[in-house]
C-alpha cells in the first residue's frame, strides 16, 4: 500500500512538473504564423512560416494610437493584438491590448480569459476594475488611475468599469498569444443554441418570461 502512494504521489509531481500556466515555450528563435494549409493537421498553435522569408512587418501592428469606437451599448472597445493580427506572436506566449471607455459609465463587462493573466495599466481617466475568486467567491476592487496597474489572474472573471466624466485608456498585457475572452451575460443568456430557460431560471432564481427576454437581449451578440 505505502509504495502504491508512493506511485500516485510520484505520478502527480510528474504531471504538475509538466504542467503550464502559459504558452508553450518555443523551440527557435521565432516561428512567424502562416495561414494554414487546406485540410491541415489540426495543430495547438499556428503553423510556422520559413525563418528565411520571414521580414520586419511580421513582427509589426500599427495603429494603437487610434481610440477604439466606444458607441455600443456598453460603452466600450477592446482594440486585441493577438496572434492572429501580429504573426510574430505564435510560440510567444503574449499578446496586447488597447481598451477605451465612454464617459460616465463605459464598462468592460464581467468576462473572463481562459487562457491568460491579465495585467493593465491605466494610461487616461479612472477605472473602477476588480475580480472575482472561485468559490467561495471573494472580490477585490480597486480604483484605478492614470499610471496605476492591477493584474487580474488567468480565468477568473473581471471587469473594467469608467467611473469619471471623461474618456478613459488603458493598455493591457495577456499571457498567451490567443488568450480567448467568454464574456459572462453573452456565454449566459446568448449562446447559439440558446441554453434551456428552464436551466437558467432554476439557476438564477428568475421567471421563464425573464430569462427568455434576457436570452433576446444578449442572442448571439
Not at 460616465?104 to 495599466?121: D, K, S
Not at 499571457?175 to 440558446?194: D, E, K, R, W
Amino acid at each position: 500500500m505505502k509504495s502504491f502512494h508512493f506511485l500516485v504521489l510520484l505520478s502527480l509531481a510528474l504531471a504538475f512538473s509538466f504542467a503550464s500556466a502559459f504558452d508553450p515555450s518555443p523551440l527557435q528563435d521565432f516561428c512567424v504564423a502562416i495561414p494554414e494549409p487546406k485540410n491541415a493537421v489540426f495543430v495547438n498553435g499556428k503553423f510556422c512560416k520559413n525563418p528565411n522569408l520571414t521580414v520586419a512587418e511580421d513582427f509589426f501592428f500599427p495603429g494603437l494610437n487610434v481610440p477604439g469606437n466606444t458607441g455600443n451599448r456598453v460603452g466600450s472597445n477592446v482594440t486585441l493584438v493577438n496572434v492572429d493580427k501580429l504573426f510574430g506572436l505564435n510560440t510567444l506566449g503574449i499578446s496586447l491590448a488597447r481598451l477605451d471607455f465612454a464617459p460616465n459609465g463605459g464598462l468592460n463587462p464581467p468576462h473572463t480569459h481562459p487562457r491568460a493573466t491579465e495585467i493593465l495599466v491605466v494610461v487616461e481617466g479612472t477605472l473602477y476594475v476588480g475580480f472575482v475568486t472561485s468559490n467561495p467567491n471573494r472580490l477585490f476592487t480597486k480604483v484605478l488611475y492614470p499610471g496605476d496597474v492591477f493584474v487580474f489572474p488567468i480565468g477568473l472573471i473581471h471587469f473594467q468599469f469608467n467611473i469619471a466624466k471623461t474618456n478613459a485608456v488603458a493598455f493591457a498585457g495577456l499571457s498567451s498569444q490567443n488568450p480567448g475572452v467568454i464574456t459572462i451575460a453573452n456565454a449566459i443568456f446568448g449562446p447559439n443554441p440558446p441554453i434551456n430557460p428552464d436551466v437558467l431560471a432554476k439557476a438564477f432564481q428568475l421567471n421563464n418570461d425573464e430569462v427568455v427576454k434576457l436570452q433576446k437581449l444578449f442572442a448571439y451578440a
